[in-house]
């Protein structure tokens, strides 16, 4: 029998995530169907995608009820919901994190975006957010800005993992994985255990969508896959330095890269274009489930990533040349990108809101 398309990458080397969770994934069993069939060996959220389940579902509706009893409400009332359902998530992947010994099977749960210019309560949160979940495979969030960049290195001093997110160019990649190594090199320094996991998250399909109708057709949907190409060359130069490796000998565990918004916008290009396009061992691909059940409905993937970049930076070139500022366009995607998960985390919080109170309501007729 032929291997489906996920099962190829999952030998290939690239771990498969799925990016989202709901209470309906968890509770038909359907998290786990992808878990046996479709390779998946890990989870991320984010607020768009609570804001999402929360809101079109009832599934939570119980759940709100009892906390309002216990007298929460908002942010406190939504973190509850949220540690529920990753720390449900987080068990049905342990034994992958257990069979990989810690590299693999990791779930994902961000800090409020509100704090993402605010760098000590954004440690405090992901240590607190941490401790609740007691869960060893359970990544926290931080955006890699620059005031999130120092929380990064605080809390993998302090121990927590912690998964990178909002990341766009290989500059702000290369500053995120130095402020995870510093961390790393610090506890090493203090006598403490190096093996602390993470992730750098970088998002590609919103450099497409950025360009798109600004750029000559012979270059549609090749800026985010160049820019990946320039970020997986930065990884393994990174990888294979000698400053890394001084850390390595310690016992430390690399932050591996991680592929994110893969889903493609463009509907008149491949379904799977970014997931093809990004096959690369000791990496992650996290996918909407959209894009996942598309890649099981192909056959095949496509050539691996080159390490040295291929023509990745001719592409890049071509784009200068039609007059986009990359370096530009990289800050400002990460700023929308900070303004877009609180967009959502208002909205989130709306929906908290309007669902206690209508709860409430119906409690009292």
Not at 282 to 295: G, I
Request: charged share 20%; proline share 4%.
């Amino acid at each position: 029998m032929k291997a489906k398309a996920p099962q190829l990458l999952h030998d290939l080397g690239q771990s498969i995530w799925l990016d989202n969770i709901t209470r309906d994934l968890l509770n038909t069993g359907t998290l786990k169907r992808y878990i046996v069939d479709l390779s998946v060996t890990g989870l991320t959220s984010n607020p768009t995608i609570f804001d999402q389940a929360i809101k079109n579902s009832s599934a939570y509706d119980a759940a709100i009820r009892e906390r309002l009893t216990e007298g929460r409400s908002g942010e406190d009332l939504f973190f509850d919901l949220a540690l529920e359902d990753i720390t449900r998530a987080a068990t049905e992947f342990r034994p992958v994190h257990d069979r990989t010994d810690g590299v693999d099977g990791w779930v994902s749960l961000e800090v409020s975006p509100l704090l993402a210019y605010d760098t000590a309560s954004t440690l405090a949160a992901a240590k607190s957010l941490h401790g609740r979940a007691g869960q060893p495979n359970l990544f926290i969030k931080i955006p890699g800005t620059k005031q999130g960049l120092p929380a990064i290195e605080e809390a993998i001093f302090a121990g927590i993992p912690i998964n990178v997110t909002l990341l766009f160019s290989r500059e702000q990649y290369v500053s995120a994985a130095e402020a995870f190594l510093r961390g790393i090199e610090r506890r090493i320094a203090a006598g403490l255990t190096p093996v602390v996991g993470s992730v750098a998250s970088v998002f590609i399909s919103r450099w497409d969508t950025a360009v798109a109708g600004r750029v000559p057709d012979s270059l549609r949907n090749q800026l985010g896959i160049a820019i990946a190409q320039r970020i997986y060359k930065a990884y393994c130069g990174l990888l294979a330095s000698a400053r890394w490796q001084r850390v390595f000998n310690y016992g430390a565990r690399p932050q591996r890269l991680l592929w994110a918004s893969t889903g493609t916008k463009d509907p008149k290009a491949s379904d799977i274009l970014y997931v093809k396009a990004l096959a690369s061992p000791f990496t992650v691909n996290t996918m909407p489930e959209a894009t996942l059940k598309a890649l099981a409905d192909h056959g095949e993937v496509g050539a691996v990533l080159p390490a040295d970049g291929g023509n990745c930076e001719k592409v890049v070139a071509q784009f200068a040349q039609a007059g986009i500022d990359v370096e530009a366009l990289a800050a400002q995607l990460q700023e929308e990108g900070a303004k877009s998960f609180v967009t959502s985390w208002e909205e989130l919080m709306g929906v908290i809101t309007s669902k206690s109170a209508a709860l409430k309501e119906a409690a009292a007729r």
